[in-house]
């Protein structure tokens, strides 16, 4: 099992752990599933499945998810909300991950140019926490400045990097754009040949994030669309992974690993197994798959609330008796 070779068994891992867990995935060609949480309930419902496949797991707040963490009705002016949520959902995931018995690697989703307040929020409160208890609040955050020129974005990453660097805190960062629509972010207009990176470009990354930390991943686009679509739209080209980690390997004259760079999938919601077995081979050890759990999570409370319609509509008299109370209905759903 994967907790094997880490320090840390159960519960939030950062830094040599997270590198030492991704090159595992590697060497046993596996993938870790990367859970978009919103809500406590969600948060349980991840770990719950993680420890019952004896799995680790990453858990990961977007930018609104955690504006939704800290409630809806919070202004979000300068990044406050989502600033807070996320601090609470680590606090909260660091509170309950250890008695799942898996390790977590607790993380941050795309942080697009203008959210950037967004992710220097939380790199405050990961310095804070770094202070007191010798690693960060959050094992690892997204940059992802794909929409920006390549120079633009990784002269800018290569900054973040820095930043976290001291910390032994990871940092994914994105090139080409992940099409469809997530988190109100809409690319479902986006030309084809966007969606695909090239491998001088994943090159020039590792070349140069190499030189601030080892603890980077990238987020290479290869087709891949955010949410489950009509099959035929965007197809899928998990071979160029490989020949981005074959141009790698002979540009830097590598002799002891034939996949040098971290790689993780986004919008793996829809895919086949065979393309997830592709991408894994190719050294993927991050997959994102947001729309494929939230439907899993929306279908357990839809057939709830369904099958029990009758035993919801009010709160004295359903199908047994007029006079019989529906506490014990309505308390499933609230606690
Ligand atoms: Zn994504």
């Given amino acids: 099992m994967a907790a ?17 867990l991704f090159k595992y995935c590697q060497e046993k060609q596996f993938a870790i599933p990367a859970i978009n949480v919103t809500s406590s309930s969600t948060v349980v419902a991840s770990l719950e499945a993680a420890r019952d496949a004896k799995s680790p797991i990453i858990l990961q707040v977007s930018q609104g998810g955690a504006a939704y963490f800290a409630g809806k009705g919070v202004d979000n002016k300068n990044q406050e909300a989502s600033i807070a949520g996320s601090i609470a959902a680590a606090h909260y995931i660091r509170a309950v991950a250890p008695a799942y018995g898996v390790p977590v690697v607790l993380h941050t989703d795309h942080c697009a140019k203008k959210l950037l307040p967004w992710l220097d929020g939380m790199l405050d409160a990961d310095e804070k926490w770094f202070k007191d208890n010798k690693e960060p609040l959050f094992s690892s955050h997204m940059i992802d400045l794909s929409e920006e020129s390549v120079d633009y974005n990784l002269e800018t990453t290569k900054k973040y990097l820095q930043r976290a660097q001291p910390m032994g805190q990871w940092l994914e960062m994105e090139i080409g754009i992940t099409g469809g629509e997530e988190d109100g972010v809409n690319n479902e207009d986006v030309d084809n040949n966007s969606l695909y990176t090239q491998p001088e470009d994943i090159h020039n990354i590792f070349k140069t994030l190499s030189a601030v930390s080892p603890y980077f991943s990238i987020a290479a686009g290869f087709g891949n669309v955010h949410g489950v679509y009509k099959p035929g739209n965007v197809k899928l080209h998990p071979e160029l992974l490989s020949k981005h980690q074959k141009y790698v390997v002979e540009q830097e004259k590598i002799k002891d690993d034939d996949k040098p760079v971290f790689l993780v999938f986004h919008g793996g919601s829809g895919s086949s197994k065979q393309e ?15 729309t494929d759990l939230q439907y899993a999570y929306t279908e357990g409370i839809r057939d709830y609330m369904i099958s029990k319609k009758d ?10 008796g007029a006079d019989k109370p529906n506490k014990k209905y309505v308390t499933i759903t609230t606690t």
């Fill in 4 to 20: 094997s070779v880490l320090s840390t068994k159960s519960g939030v891992i950062y830094g040599e752990d997270v590198r030492k």
């Fill in 276 to 290: 997830y077995l592709d991408a894994i081979s190719y050294g993927v050890v991050k997959v994102n798959l947001d």
């Fill in 311 to 320: 035993y919801l509509s009010t709160q004295v008299g359903n199908p047994d």
